[in-house]
């Protein structure tokens, strides 16, 4: 192990016993109280917070990894430009703006909140899937052709299993940012656990504050792992090491 990495490796662990603290304090000191006082209250905000995730999180990836596939394609590299410098303009709208702009046309409630929440994902996913794609090595792909592949065949048999390390980490990143950024779908009465956490902000409340917040957080972090867990299955272990080795 080099120094760099064994640097990470007790970084992380620090963290990581530094959170557990935190969680056994805070536990102690009875932030948590309000969960256990009202689990029905607690359990209707989380289902609204998974709810706006979930679909939000799976129209973004409905619509940006077939996007950054057609976009990669020869005849469409032109405009390959054009849709990335949208989805980057559109990244760089604070997000507290797209769910003003989403309640402006939409109203307020759930569908502003979600549509919101689509819009700011659709980056993460649209450029790994694009970089990912592009990274393969051409030499890989002249010799896909030599074989006599078609292109769907060298699309699903070299790109996307090559790119899949990429995207799973677009799709991370944006699940992960989804998760955090739902909690202010309360200013547009999307519900969610940015209920309990607003509530907590300005009644200067912690047992509100961290009755939401901490939940989110164990959220963000399960779906991450999740994820992860899901990327091993997929992805050869062939494709892993060679990422982690460039």
Do not use: C
Request: proline fraction near 4%; charged fraction near 15%.
């Amino acid at each position: 192990m080099n120094r760099k990495k064994l640097l990470a490796t007790l970084l992380k662990a620090l963290l990581s016993i530094l959170t557990v603290l935190f969680f056994v304090w805070s536990y102690r000191s009875g932030y948590y109280q309000l969960i256990f006082d009202d689990p029905e209250g607690f359990w209707f905000l989380f289902q609204q917070h998974l709810k706006m995730v979930l679909l939000s999180s799976s129209l973004a990836i409905a619509l940006s990894v077939p996007l950054g596939i057609l976009v990669t394609r020869p005849k469409f590299k032109k405009v390959q430009w054009l849709i990335m410098n949208t989805a980057n303009l559109g990244q760089t709208i604070p997000s507290l703006a797209i769910l003003a702009l989403a309640m402006t046309w939409m109203g307020i409630g759930f569908k502003p909140a979600v549509f919101a929440l689509f819009l700011y994902s659709l980056l993460p996913i649209l450029r790994n899937t694009v970089a990912g794609i592009d990274s393969i090595k051409p030499e890989l792909l002249d010799a896909a052709r030599g074989m006599g592949y078609k292109p769907y065949q060298i699309l699903f048999k070299i790109e996307l299993p090559n790119a899949a390390f990429s995207i799973f980490a677009g799709i991370r990143t944006a699940v992960v940012l989804n998760i955090g950024t739902a909690a202010l779908a309360y200013l547009v009465g999307g519900g969610g656990l940015g209920d309990w956490i607003f509530t907590g902000i300005m009644m200067r409340d912690n047992i509100y504050l961290l009755s939401g917040a901490v939940p989110v957080t164990l959220l963000a972090l399960f779906a991450d792992l999740t994820l992860r867990i899901i990327e091993g299955f997929v992805i050869s272990k062939g494709v892993r090491q060679s990422v982690e080795a460039d």
